[in-house]
């Protein structure tokens, strides 16, 4: 697939060029991979970088948070924010210092969030972060109730502004060094899922998403 443009300027990625990605489908998988994120903005205060919990629906990222929270309250003013998500995937050891890296995969996205105002499509996005988080669970467990759902903010932000770069592959060493007698590779960083730890209340069998939740990545 050719990889289109920046869909900005200020999206055009100019340090080490050949890693950007521009691709919608690059974009989705990385907002799909991650269960946080990270959202940059600025206000009276100074610059702040809040990680929040997030998940993708369609062309958009979804958040949600307490009608109180400080970041929900500032979002709604239509703040412009920067939100970013990186997935690393090992550390590039080449034969110079100056030559070592990382294999990544991130996400830089821009615009503004929108608060998501209709009862039933706030509860739909709930529930589908639900199902983001673990397949299965939205079926099983006690639905919100009306108070929490009026509690509860849920805003997404478009992913129309966004840039990602990805870096894969070993070290790229200069060809005088080529020669050093030292070991040269990737050590690569994995995410793995651990036993299911069981709540000493619970009555019920193991439902089969638990049971399969080790063996899921």
């Not at 998988?29 to 629906?57: M, N």
């Not at 969030?113 to 589908?128: I, M, N, P, Q």
């Not at 070991?183 to 019920?204: I, M, Y």
Request: charged content about 20%; aromatic content about 6%; hydrophobic content about 40%.
């Amino acid at each position: 697939m050719t990889n289109p443009t920046a869909p900005s300027d200020r999206t055009r990625i100019r340090r080490i060029a050949e890693n950007a990605d521009y691709q919608r489908s690059t974009l989705y998988a990385i907002v799909d991979a991650a269960y946080l994120c990270h959202i940059a903005f600025q206000d009276a205060k100074g610059t702040h970088c809040i990680p929040t919990a997030c998940w993708r629906e369609g062309g958009h990222l979804y958040i949600h948070g307490s009608n109180g929270g400080r970041l929900l309250k500032l979002l709604s003013g239509d703040v412009q924010v920067c939100v970013s998500i990186t997935h690393v995937d090992g550390l590039v050891l080449a034969r110079s210092a100056f030559n070592h890296s990382m294999n990544y995969r991130s996400a830089v996205i821009y615009g503004c969030f929108e608060r998501v105002t209709e009862d039933a499509a706030k509860r739909a996005a709930l529930a589908a972060f639900m199902e983001s988080l673990v397949p299965g669970r939205q079926a099983e467990i006690r639905a919100g109730s009306d108070k929490e759902f009026a509690a509860t903010t849920v805003m997404r932000i478009a992913l129309d502004e966004a840039a990602c770069k990805v870096r894969s592959g070993g070290p790229n060493d200069d060809a005088e060094d080529m020669d050093i007698p030292v070991w040269a590779g990737v050590l690569p960083l994995l995410q793995t899922h651990g036993a299911p730890v069981v709540d000493a209340q619970v009555a019920v069998a193991t439902p089969g998403y638990v049971l399969g939740w080790q063996s899921a990545v």
